[in-house]
């Protein structure tokens, strides 16, 4: 058995088909896109390598077959934050072995020594945490675009070799052909009959301004999360060129208390209902029948990646009123039957009282796990919990 660097064409591609091992027998797998995990690990593409540095690994058996992979990194800007310096690993996969398990782990550790660091979180990702983050632990259905799939067995490892629950996440799902509860709906229209208030949604013609108005309400709606760092215009103009293919205009919204912005709300249709027949490539052929099955409306199913107010206007129905908007939009694509709400931390416990005012079903469990390389230089406290009143 041997742990080799991913340093050049072939290894790469090593770690990318790794997946069709380990999920050759698993229906509600989904290979993300070869394109998407690639970019994570390109300088150019991806505007964490500006605070910080990524590697990978893969494993090799006896015979020279691939058995596993890991990857680790280190953001700068959230590194040093914390009680102890905690660097990331992610991107894991691995047969049924614990000994490969555990090998794959160890080189993610002390590259991550190498490089000064105290501990690991993982599994997440060198990038934002809307993809790749977290371990499922429950819910083990067909994942939506950017979240986490893994076998069940993963757990085990993690746990057995001393990871210690971070924060729990949870992802919710709202049946839309059910209705929502009718209190919700009586704020939702109250507030949007509310002299001051109004609510747009996005055009790709007005990016520039739509971002601005994103980065002003997440770099406040966020402040309160543990170790918060401002989010960039850069990465969010990333992320838009990534997804214009597929991004509706019409159920991203924002709503604003005279010409501030002060809510926004952001779906994403699943792709991963359409790009669960590619195997991860992007090719000519597959983007052909990409937009085929797209104009076929096959997505059923939207993601709410990102759900946001600024404090001073918390408690004050600007939810309600972002989905009343979204309603009207979703009215209009009747192939749209499900909404699905990920992922909210244990630490945001109004957030976790507002999917329970929505009506939302329970979908799944993810856990984000810390390790500590010396439990007496360190501490694995979990997560700071977001205060439930932070309007003043």
């Not at 629950?165 to 109250?190: H, V």
Request: some cysteine; charged content about 25%.
């Amino acid at each position: 058995m041997k742990i080799l660097e991913v340093v050049d064409k072939k290894s790469i591609q090593q770690f990318l088909d790794i997946t069709n091992l380990i999920y050759k027998d698993d229906e509600n797998y989904v290979r993300p896109l070869d394109i998407v995990v690639n970019e994570v690990f390109t300088p150019e593409k991806n505007p964490f390598y500006k605070h910080g540095s990524a590697t990978r690994f893969i494993a090799l058996d006896n015979d020279g077959q691939v058995v596993g992979r890991v990857a680790a990194f280190i953001n700068e800007k959230k590194a040093f934050g914390y009680e102890q310096p905690t660097g990331g690993m992610g991107f894991f996969e691995c047969i049924k072995n614990q000994e490969v398990a555990f090998l794959l782990f160890d080189a993610a550790k002390e590259w991550l020594i190498q490089h000064n660091m105290k501990a690991m979180d993982g599994p997440i990702n060198f990038g934002e945490n809307d993809n790749f983050w977290g371990l499922l632990i429950e819910g083990f259905s067909q994942a939506s675009f950017g979240m986490q799939y893994n076998p069940p067995y993963y757990q085990a490892f993690f746990e057995a070799y001393g990871f210690k629950t971070y924060f729990e996440q949870i992802t919710n799902k709202l049946d839309l052909t059910k209705p929502f509860p009718e209190r919700f709906w009586k704020i939702a229209g109250w507030v949007v009959k509310k002299e001051g208030y109004s609510f747009k949604h996005f055009r790709l013609k007005n990016r520039d301004k739509f971002l601005s108005d994103f980065e002003t309400i997440y770099n406040d709606a966020w402040q309160f999360h543990e170790n918060f760092v401002p989010i960039s215009k850069q990465v969010l103009n990333d992320t838009i060129d990534k997804a214009k293919s597929f991004l509706e205009e019409d159920i991203i919204w924002f709503a604003y208390h005279g010409n501030k912005p002060i809510g926004l709300l952001v779906l994403f249709p699943d792709i991963n209902q359409i790009t669960k027949h590619f195997n991860g490539k992007m090719n000519l052929l597959n983007k052909l029948r990409f937009l085929w099955m797209k104009k076929r409306n096959v997505m059923s199913r939207a993601r709410v990646v990102i759900l946001g107010i600024i404090p001073k206007f918390q408690k004050s129905g600007i939810e309600s009123g972002l989905f009343w908007h979204l309603k009207g939009a979703v009215e209009k694509k009747p192939n749209l039957t499900e909404l699905e709400i990920s992922w909210v931390g244990d630490f945001n416990p109004k957030m976790r009282v507002l999917q329970d005012s929505m009506g939302a079903d329970f979908s799944k469990k993810h856990i984000t796990y810390r390790y500590i390389f010396d439990e007496d230089k360190g501490s694995n406290n979990r997560a700071s919990t977001i205060p439930r009143d932070t309007k003043s």
